[in-house]
């Protein structure tokens, strides 16, 4: 029986929901294959790496991946070119189409809560932009910015760690 993968430590760390380990874990994985000359295209859980780029915002790594993924994974998993997607609305800097891509996709449940918890770090760190750049913005731009329907932002009943940010005190 030829030599396997080793999967353990994305396993875990998907089930711990260290989604900022991800990435590394898996150019780790993938680089041990290489050395040991494992064939592991069709079953690299290439859609959950994406992922683990776009997380810890490395777009270029993410990027780079995608160039390496086989035409034919591409176009026999649907999944892997949905975050591809997302990833090149990240790229083009396309907000709001970075909150669409990730709506208009029925995830996996491997995917699912990754996509949940990425879709939160975004909105977060497009919020956080917001309050660095912005004294005033209007409900158009917020909207587009934070992926919503303007009358959502206007009466956006914002997440703790939103109102935290506000009201930060300096001390």
Known sequence: ????????????????????????????????A???GLGFDEEWPYAVHLLGHFYVNDINSARFLWKKIPLA???SQPEVSAVWKI????????????????????????????V???????TKRMFELLL????????RDTALFLGMK???????????F???SLFKTSH
Not at 5 to 29: G, R
Not at 132 to 139: D, G, K, N, Q
């Open 1 to 32: 029986m030829p030599p396997s993968m080793d999967f353990s430590a994305l396993n875990e760390a998907l089930a711990f929901k260290s989604y900022d380990k991800i990435a590394d874990i898996c150019d780790n994985i993938m680089l041990q």
């Open 150 to 160: 303007e009358d959502e932002a206007a009466n956006c009943k914002l997440p703790s």
């Open 162 to 164: 939103l109102i935290h």
């Open 73 to 75: 994974v591409k176009e």
């Open 132 to 139: 660095s750049a912005y004294s005033t913005i209007s409900i």
């Open 34 to 36: 290489a050395s040991e």
């Open 87 to 114: 990833g090149q609305r990240l790229w083009m800097k396309d907000y709001s189409g970075v909150h669409g891509a990730i709506r208009e996709f029925n995830w996996s449940a491997q995917s699912q809560e990754m």
């Open 116 to 122: 949940a918890a990425f879709s939160h770090l975004y």
